[in-house]
């Protein structure tokens, strides 16, 4: 197999290959007193992930709160671990800035 081949090939098996990144954020104490993250951070932190799915740069993502963390599952195909993208994504996404002017 020539080497130009063989490129194309691991481009279309990396392409096929499923990436699950989590990211974990502890928010509290959070600012304002609160005992548990709001919904709204919730909301806010899902919303950036399910605009980042509708224009098709992630397979799909899901926002957890357990305890005080923040958590973010982000699904891709073929984007790899180490793909800023995605990575600025996430930041994006637990945001604190973002996630107190939406918790209100």
Not at 26 to 45: N, T, Y
Not at 71 to 97: D, K, M
Request: hydrophobic share 50%; no cysteine.
């Amino acid at each position: 197999m020539e080497r130009e081949e063989f490129l194309v090939k691991e481009r279309e098996r990396v392409a096929k290959r499923a990436t699950v990144l989590v990211v974990s954020a502890k928010l509290l104490p959070w600012p304002g007193g609160f005992s548990r993250i709001p919904a709204e951070a919730l909301e806010a932190a899902a919303a950036v992930a399910k605009k980042a799915e509708s224009d098709g740069m992630i397979r799909g993502a899901r926002v957890f709160a357990f305890a005080d963390d923040l958590h973010l599952q982000i699904n891709t195909f073929g984007l790899g671990l180490h793909n800023p993208e995605v990575h600025a994504l996430a930041f994006r996404a637990i945001s604190r800035r973002r996630l107190v002017h939406n918790a209100g």
